[in-house]
């Protein structure tokens, strides 16, 4: 199964999106703010989106979040990477959210955008890779 993420507007606080499954649009997507990262110091800690580029994404146990949630691995200088329910850039420490944009700078029903990746997700019998451009 191939996700594809393509940012749309990267704005100074928040980056909208938007989620492709398999060649089809899934949802918006909202992150933190792009920035060039050439070390870890480049890197704002809880403000900064991942670099683009192709990742797996595995079904793990988030502690955070007490339940399994997409995580994206693999991703230089981020560990924790998830994509998970949030709705404004402050939910997202570098994750992805997922959800509709209907407001600036913000992603609504996400929790019901979440459950509905999760049922796809869990049904995918492929390896889960995740490219962003």
């Not at 060039?36 to 994404?57: F, H, M, R």
């Not at 944009?101 to 955008?113: E, I, M, P």
Request: hydrophobic share 35%; charged share 30%; aromatic share 10%.
């Amino acid at each position: 199964m191939k996700l594809t993420l393509i940012r749309r507007y990267k704005k100074e606080d928040y980056t909208i999106g938007d989620l492709y499954i398999d060649g089809k649009w899934f949802s918006n997507t909202l992150e933190d703010r792009v920035r060039e990262l050439n070390t870890l110091e480049d890197k704002v800690y809880g403000k900064t989106a991942i670099p683009e580029g192709v990742y797996q994404v595995k079904l793990t146990y988030s502690p955070r979040f007490k339940k399994i949630l997409p995580e994206v691995l693999n991703v230089q200088f981020f560990k924790g990477i998830r994509i998970h329910a949030g709705n404004t850039a402050d939910d997202s420490e570098g994750c992805i959210l997922v959800g509709e944009n209907k407001a600036k700078g913000k992603v609504l029903n996400s929790r019901k955008t979440l459950e509905r990746l999760m049922k796809i997700l869990k049904s995918a019998q492929d390896p889960i890779i995740l490219q962003i451009f």
